[in-house]
């Protein structure tokens, strides 16, 4: 069974500062993952997405995550944040090969980017 | 433009009442998902289907029903049967292949009043 744990419900940085957003899963096989965001009311729009070519995945907005398989990580950075980064951030995990059970992609339960003027 | 329409954009349903919620979408994908979401608890998975006229239950099936008649629509009907349906419902598809993202509607959010 997949799995996905966003460390830190909430995370709040400084205009111009690092964006850090903390994202472990499990998988028992290779796994795809992805980074969404959420503003209020609305759906997910994809950030990025890892699909086992380069670790590091660069994705739109100036955000970037990297995968570690010896970490089971897949954190989001940006290096300097704006204040229209602020919003729900999700992490989502889907596995390679379908191995029964519920399809589609589980997702962690979101980080709230909060940032500061 | 290709995409998927929730609506309505806002629900509100009485006590005992059945109500449905359209998910209609032009991406011309195979899969399409249901997906529940309460504050703090992320996204949790009511339905899916993978082909017309097929599909299974998720995580928190109970007190929901869908239909898949045709390729572009999968209306969620909450039923009376869920007793805390207040939520904000989001429709979602893929292509199919495990490396491909989801792609998601504007939600629907449901009110008991």
């Known amino acids: 069974a997949q799995s996905v744990t966003q460390l830190g419900s909430h995370v709040s940085v400084s205009e111009g500062a690092l964006v850090l957003l903390r994202c472990n899963y499990s998988?028992?096989?290779?796994?795809?993952l992805f980074w969404y965001v959420q503003y209020p009311n609305q759906g997910l729009q994809l950030l990025l997405k890892?699909?086992?070519?380069?670790?590091l995945v660069k994705g739109i907005n100036g955000f970037e995550a990297e995968f570690k398989k010896s970490e089971t990580s897949f954190h989001l950075t940006k290096p300097s944040a704006h204040m229209s980064d602020a919003a729900e951030y999700f992490c989502?995990?889907?596995?390679?090969?379908?191995?029964?059970?519920?399809?589609?992609?589980?997702f962690g339960k979101g980080t709230h980017l909060i940032i500061q003027p | 433009d290709g995409g998927i329409t929730q609506s309505p954009k806002y629900l509100f349903r009485k006590e005992g009442q059945n109500v449905t919620l359209s998910c209609e979408q032009n991406?011309?994908?195979?899969?399409m998902y249901w997906y529940r979401q309460d504050p703090g608890q992320g996204l949790r998975l009511i339905y899916y289907s993978q082909i017309v006229n097929d599909f299974q239950k998720g995580d928190i099936a109970e007190g929901y029903s869908v239909s898949r008649e045709k390729k572009e629509s999968f209306p969620l009907t909450v039923t009376s049967a869920q007793k805390n349906p207040t939520a904000f419902y989001l429709c979602?598809?893929?292509?199919?292949?495990?490396?491909?993202?989801?792609?998601f509607g504007q939600g629907t959010r449901l009110t008991v009043v």
């Open positions: 991406l011309n994908h195979d899969a």
């Open positions: 998988s028992s096989v290779p796994p795809y």
């Open positions: 890892y699909t086992s070519a380069a670790t």
């Open positions: 979602a598809t893929t292509g199919g292949r495990r490396d491909t993202e989801a792609f």
């Open positions: 989502a995990v889907s596995e390679a090969y379908s191995g029964g059970g519920a399809d589609g992609l589980t």
